[in-house]
């Protein structure tokens, strides 16, 4: 990545379940029960996720292919999960808004919540990377492969915070959608059904479009969705020190 000048590495996904009681309805201050992020140990930083598992005759997913900006707002809602942007009509990938509700809350019968953990790797003092370029995690979990050799449909979020140092960045490479909100407003939108695409964010430069200043610590939440049955990319590095709620 020429911004940042660090070579690449490719860390692992744990892929075990940990302990969740019901999530019913959960919102971002539920993730308290699991969130388990553990501290730098031989360069390893444990982050919790909730991937939601869903069927690929959900309207949204296995559907129209494409670039799809502006599918929600610019700021979370009042229960710290995205808004769908135009109630009244669909985008070129989704279906509406009730159907775009359903993407990262529990609703029986249309997905399965499934919680997991993330491993970040230190890449050089404070850079931290997870990467992985067949990110299948749930696979044969759920609902399943549904007839195909991977588990190709589904949502992830996070909700962490950190503390803002100037000179902070972030970036994210990957496929389909990726949402990550600072500080409750929108930072990247990478939405759509689409091949690999690409964004770096340095803090400093939109600091006063989130309302936030250096020596304070923010919300960070990551919202992401793999719809289609080609592949599946996750990359995200940072210098954040992305710490639980």
């Known amino acids: 990545m020429k911004q940042l000048n660090l070579i690449t590495l490719i860390a692992s996904?744990?892929?075990?379940?940990?302990?969740?009681?019901?999530?019913?309805?959960?919102?971002?201050?539920?993730?308290?029960?699991i969130c388990q992020c553990v501290d730098p140990y031989n360069g390893v930083r444990k982050i919790p996720v909730v991937?939601?598992?869903?069927?690929?005759?959900?309207?949204?997913f296995e559907n129209m292919i494409g670039t799809d900006r502006g599918i929600v707002k610019?700021?979370?809602?009042a229960d710290g999960r995205p808004v769908y942007a135009n109630p009244h009509t669909w985008t070129p990938t989704t279906h509406g808004e009730d159907s775009f509700n359903q993407?990262?809350?529990?609703?029986p019968n249309v997905?399965?919540?499934?919680p997991m953990q993330l491993e970040m790797v230190e890449l050089s003092p404070g850079f931290w990377e997870y990467s992985n370029s067949d990110f299948f995690p749930i696979n044969d979990m759920g609902f399943g492969n549904q007839g195909r050799d991977k588990n190709f449909h589904f949502t992830l979020e996070t909700h962490l915070k950190f503390f803002y140092v100037e000179g902070g960045s972030f970036s994210f490479k990957g496929d389909d959608d990726l949402w990550i909100f600072i500080?409750?407003?929108?930072?990247?939108?990478?939405?759509?059904?689409?091949?690999?695409?690409?964004k770096v964010v340095h803090l400093?430069?939109?600091?006063?479009?989130?309302?936030?200043?250096?020596?304070?610590?923010?919300?960070f939440d990551l919202f992401f969705a793999e719809r289609h049955t080609t592949e599946s990319n996750f990359k995200f590095q940072t210098t954040f020190e992305l710490q639980c709620l």
Not at 74 to 77: H, I, K, R, S, V
Request: glycine share 8%; no cysteine.
């Open 204 to 219: 400093d430069d939109i600091a006063d479009e989130l309302g936030i200043e250096p020596g304070n610590t923010y919300s």
């Open 51 to 60: 991937i939601r598992d869903f069927k690929d005759s959900h309207p949204d």
């Open 111 to 114: 997905n399965t919540a499934i």
């Open 74 to 77: 610019n700021e979370l809602g």
């Open 13 to 33: 996904l744990l892929v075990s379940p940990i302990s969740l009681a019901d999530t019913s309805n959960a919102s971002p201050q539920d993730y308290d029960e």
């Open 183 to 198: 500080n409750g407003k929108l930072a990247i939108d990478l939405g759509g059904v689409h091949s690999v695409q690409e």
């Open 103 to 107: 993407w990262f809350r529990n609703v």
